[in-house]
């Protein structure tokens, strides 16, 4: 039976399930969707009832079990940190400007440019700036050097960029998808619901993820600065210097640091307390587990051996030949450098993330089941 988006608003969105990924408002083929000013979707024109909003909405049900199988052809481990893992690199653009704007080691930022000059995609899924407002942050189908560069650099704020496959939806051409872990669980099961827009997308690059915050949180942190919205030419959550740090670049031309970069982890963690988006604290996913490939940050001090001298480089994590064929073609080009870990040398400092990520969401579901609040069905025992 074919669910209207009036499902979608009862069963997902009023009872705190929506992860705001953007894939809804995406998919609908007559466009009769859009983000409200706090990401959530809603209805602004008619509603067919086709039921691909409800069937490809990541907040309320994943799979997984079956979404492991399909994608490895391996059992779901729920022991299993890190998910299945071909591979592991720490890897880094040849290009010096591209590895110092991203916010590790620029490797998402270099790939991308990569298969955009090799012919291999027409543009990228990524999240970028608001052009109206510029420490906003927006969905952006990138088919330029240019955008792409724009793009570079992680964004910790809610942001339902997945809104952006309406546009490719009306294009030719192939295209590469930058998506947290919640957003690529509605990927993978827009697959299923409409295989005819999934097949436009050439590959699918993860990003590591504990959380991400309200829309507010930085604009509060810029208030609290004495910083006012209309002086911003452009906000970074990652700028001023690795490991970075909320940096404002001002239409004088000054720029201002929120907070001195070496503190990046403390700070960010607090805002986290503070701003955090609650549908994250039910998320299990930490590594994009179901990506092509899946980036985070590298703590090169984690690591006495030789890795400890790479700094400014990039954590990444195979998980398909689509994905080894990608690295490999762009390092043969001279596009990118990369070094394999030896097995079972994945960063202490992430396993503990996503350790910490699935004993939050263990906190979350249970007090959720004592106010008789229905929680995401993953299909495994939390």
Same mark, same amino acid.
């Given at each position: 039976?074919?669910?209207?988006?009036?499902?979608?608003?009862?069963?997902?969105?009023?009872?705190?399930?929506?992860?705001?990924?953007?894939?809804?408002?995406?998919?609908?083929?007559?466009?009769?969707?859009?983000?409200?000013?706090?990401?959530?979707?809603?209805?602004?024109?008619?509603?067919?009832?086709?039921?691909?909003?409800?069937?490809?909405?990541?907040?309320?049900?994943?799979?997984?079990?079956?979404l492991a199988n399909k994608f490895s052809g391996k059992e779901y481990c729920y022991?299993?940190?890190?998910?299945?893992?071909?591979?592991?690199?720490?890897?880094?653009?040849?290009?010096?400007?591209?590895?110092?704007?991203?916010?590790?080691?620029?490797?998402?930022?270099?790939?991308? %440019?990569?298969?955009?000059? &090799?012919? $291999?995609?027409?543009? =990228? /899924?990524?999240?970028?700036?608001?052009?109206? *407002?510029?420490? +906003?942050?927006?969905?952006?189908?990138?088919?330029?050097?240019?955008?792409?560069?724009?793009?570079?650099?992680?964004?910790?704020?809610?942001?339902?960029?997945?809104?952006? %496959?309406?546009?490719?939806? &009306?294009? $030719?051409?192939?295209? =590469? /998808?930058?998506?947290?872990?919640?957003?690529? *669980?509605?990927? +993978?099961?827009?697959?299923?619901?409409?295989?005819?827009?999934?097949?436009?997308?050439?590959?699918?690059?993860?990003?590591?993820?504990?959380?991400?915050?309200?829309?507010?949180?930085?604009?509060?942190?810029?208030?609290?600065?004495?910083?006012?919205?209309?002086?911003?030419?452009?906000?970074?959550?990652?700028?001023?210097?690795?490991?970075?740090?909320?940096?404002?670049?001002?239409?004088?031309?000054?720029?201002?640091?929120?907070?001195?970069?070496?503190?990046?982890?403390?700070?960010?963690?607090?805002?986290?307390?503070?701003?955090?988006?609650?549908?994250?604290?039910?998320?299990?996913?930490?590594?994009?587990?179901?990506?092509?490939?899946?980036?985070?940050?590298?703590?090169?001090?984690?690591?006495?051996?030789?890795?400890?001298?790479?700094?400014?480089?990039?954590?990444?994590?195979?998980?398909?030949?689509?994905?080894?064929?990608?690295?490999?073609?762009?390092?043969?080009?001279?596009?990118?450098?990369?070094?394999?870990?030896?097995?079972?040398?994945?960063?202490?400092?992430?396993?503990?993330?996503?350790?910490?990520?699935?004993?939050?969401?263990?906190?979350?579901?249970?007090?959720?089941?004592?106010?008789?609040?229905?929680?995401?069905?993953?299909?495994?025992?939390?």
């Amino acid at each position: 039976m074919k669910k209207d988006f009036s499902a979608l608003q009862e069963q997902i969105i009023s009872q705190g399930l929506c992860t705001r990924c953007g894939v809804c408002i995406g998919v609908c083929p007559v466009g009769a969707l859009a983000p409200d000013e706090n990401s959530h979707p809603v209805i602004q024109g008619k509603c067919t009832a086709c039921g691909f909003c409800t069937a490809c909405c990541p907040g309320a049900e994943v799979n997984l079990p079956a979404l492991a199988n399909k994608f490895s052809g391996k059992e779901y481990c729920y022991e299993d940190l890190a998910g299945h893992v071909e591979n592991s690199y720490v890897a880094h653009p040849v290009d010096l400007a591209t590895r110092q704007a991203g916010a590790s080691g620029g490797l998402v930022t270099g790939l991308l %440019l990569y298969l955009l000059e &090799k012919g $291999q995609i027409d543009g =990228a /899924v990524i999240v970028g700036a608001d052009p109206e *407002h510029p420490y +906003r942050t927006k969905g952006i189908l990138a088919t330029t050097a240019k955008e792409i560069r724009n793009g570079a650099q992680s964004k910790y704020c809610v942001t339902p960029s997945m809104e952006v %496959l309406q546009e490719i939806r &009306k294009k $030719q051409g192939r295209f =590469a /998808v930058v998506a947290l872990p919640c957003q690529i *669980h509605g990927l +993978r099961k827009l697959a299923q619901v409409d295989p005819k827009l999934f097949a436009k997308i050439e590959v699918i690059f993860g990003l590591y993820c504990t959380c991400t915050m309200e829309p507010n949180g930085h604009m509060e942190a810029m208030q609290a600065a004495g910083i006012k919205q209309e002086e911003i030419a452009r906000f970074d959550f990652r700028g001023g210097g690795w490991p970075g740090g909320m940096f404002v670049q001002k239409k004088d031309g000054a720029g201002q640091a929120l907070h001195p970069s070496k503190t990046f982890g403390t700070v960010i963690n607090v805002m986290f307390r503070l701003f955090g988006a609650q549908r994250c604290y039910l998320c299990l996913d930490g590594l994009a587990e179901y990506a092509d490939l899946s980036f985070g940050d590298f703590w090169a001090f984690d690591y006495p051996d030789e890795f400890s001298k790479l700094e400014r480089c990039t954590l990444v994590s195979q998980r398909t030949a689509k994905g080894l064929e990608i690295l490999r073609n762009a390092e043969e080009d001279g596009a990118i450098i990369r070094y394999k870990l030896p097995e079972k040398r994945t960063s202490k400092r992430i396993m503990a993330m996503v350790r910490g990520k699935r004993s939050r969401a263990a906190v979350f579901f249970a007090q959720r089941q004592k106010k008789g609040l229905p929680n995401p069905n993953y299909h495994i025992t939390i």
